[in-house]
């Protein structure tokens, strides 16, 4: 089945410097792949959908997909206070399923 | 749109005792998918259903949860049996599509003691 890490484990970064967030997966057998963020005590939302190789952008937030190296990320331009939360990315198990296999989450914290 | 409603919003039931959550999902979306979130494990696949047929339940323990979506406008997930292993927050959530993004409820925090 689908394994998904993800790293830093944890991100403390300035308000307004880029933060950047990994997740590796375990075969390239995937297609669909989603960032989502979770404020502490609410559900998830979703912040990116990519699907092909390259770049995704969404407002502040922008995935990279890059499937040979089994590798996707998330970069958060100018992030806020508000930003902090933790980040959990999401991929399906194969193309044929609604079922998605999440990442273990980077919490971020954004300090004024 | 009030979004994916999961209620109770907290429960904590003794140990031994039965725990009924439920999740209202969004009108029109024809899947319905539930996980469990702990720290340790992060959030686990549990089961789903699409268009209220059991599609895939291998997350689910096999001998005490039990999930049924009796009509498209809600689901229940039952816990007989509660075991303080059990304690975590389950997660619904509703995709309108076959693979498009999930909207997910607050969620349901389950304590057993």
């Known amino acids: 089945q689908q394994k998904v890490q993800q790293s830093p484990e944890s991100l403390t970064v300035s308000e307004g410097a880029m933060a950047s967030l990994n997740c590796t997966f375990s075969?390239?057998?995937?297609?669909?792949f989603r960032w989502y963020r979770q404020h502490s005590g609410k559900g998830l939302e979703v912040l990116v959908s990519?699907?092909?190789?390259g770049e995704k952008e969404e407002g502040r937030f922008t995935a990279h997909l890059n499937r040979a190296s089994l590798h996707v990320s998330l970069h958060i331009r100018e992030p806020q206070p508000s930003d902090s939360a933790v980040y959990l990315c999401a991929m399906s198990i194969t193309s044929n399923t609604d079922k998605v296999v999440f990442g273990t989450g980077t919490r971020l914290q954004v300090s004024p | 749109n009030a979004g994916v409603i999961q209620t109770p919003r907290h429960k904590v039931t003794g140990k031994g005792q039965e725990a009924t959550l439920w999740c209202e999902p969004i009108s029109g979306h024809s899947a319905v998918f539930w996980y469990r979130q702990t720290i340790v494990q992060g959030l686990e696949f549990l089961t789903y259903?699409?268009?209220?047929?059991?599609?895939?339940d291998s997350g689910m323990p096999k001998e005490r949860f039990s999930a049924q979506m009796p009509n498209q406008s809600h689901s229940t997930l039952k816990i007989q049996s509660t075991q303080p292993q059990d304690s975590a927050v389950y997660l619904c959530?509703?995709?309108?599509?076959?693979?498009?993004?999930?909207?997910f409820g607050s969620g349901t925090r389950l304590l057993v003691i």
């Open positions: 259903f699409r268009n209220q047929a059991p599609i895939d």
């Open positions: 990519i699907f092909s190789d």
């Open positions: 959530a509703s995709s309108l599509d076959p693979g498009g993004d999930y909207t």
């Open positions: 075969d390239g057998t995937s297609d669909n």
